[in-house]
């Protein structure tokens, strides 16, 4: 089977991500800098044989993704195997909120326990079988093309370990910034990493992080 390019992409920035409040599965929208960063990545990709548009159903994704398949001319494919990670009662606080009221799940957050799911959550272990899963499927539908995926800082996160073959454990060393490009190949072996982090489309801006991720 000829090998799959995908584009994965994170969502532009939101005002929660700029104050460090835990999204999840809440469904917040851009803010006016995550619009423009959404406006240069569908510049950006403009001339890219994209073949499908895949987001998740979460609207800042679903908005990002809408600059992508405008500037290919395609329809965008919702998909909730793409949503972000289910954070439970951690969403709709920041990362110092949750250190102060909930102290013993802020440090097995913080340590990346595996099985740790905030409650009403879901764990790392789950998440990652999600994510992987579903961009697996998605990619096997199309050999030899381009696609691209616009989801979240976690999702990117899932796919770059996948890529270089990192537990979920390991320190992440790597950026996961609002509206990078970030490329992968896939077959049936699984994936490879091929380019991570082009932010030159946003150099007029910067794009925040996902800390959380």
């Known amino acids: 089977m000829d090998p799959t ?21 809440l469904d917040i929208p851009l803010n ?21 548009v895949y987001a998740s159903d979460l609207w800042r994704a679903y908005e990002t993704a809408l600059a992508v398949a405008g500037a290919v001319g395609l329809e965008i494919d919702t998909d909730e195997g793409l949503r972000e990670r289910g954070f439970g009662v951690f969403q709709g606080h920041t990362f110092a909120e949750i250190e102060a009221s909930l102290p013993d799940q802020a440090l097995r957050w913080r340590k990346r326990d595996p099985e740790f799911a905030p409650e009403g959550g879901e764990c ?15 990619a096997a539908r199309h050999p030899g093309e381009l696609i691209a995926i616009v989801a979240h800082g976690g999702v990117m996160d899932v796919l770059y370990r996948a890529a270089v073959g990192l537990g979920l454990q390991d320190p992440r060393s790597w950026e996961l910034g609002n ?16 380019g991570w982090a082009d932010t030159q489309h946003l150099e007029a801006d910067t794009a925040l992080d996902e800390t959380s991720a």
């Not at 584009?7 to 999840?24: K, L, P, S």
């Not at 970030?182 to 049936?188: A, F, G, K, V």
């Open 32 to 52: 006016a800098t995550g619009r423009w960063q959404a406006q240069q990545l569908g510049l950006a990709l403009a001339g890219e044989p994209i073949t499908a």
């Open 124 to 138: 790392l272990n789950d998440f990652r079988d999600r994510v992987v899963g579903c961009v697996q499927d998605l």
């Open 5 to 25: 390019r995908i584009i994965a992409i994170r969502h532009g920035e939101t005002a929660w991500n700029v104050d460090t409040r835990i999204q999840g599965q």
């Open 179 to 194: 509206a990078a490009i970030n490329r992968l190949l896939w077959t049936p072996q699984g994936f490879n990493l091929v």
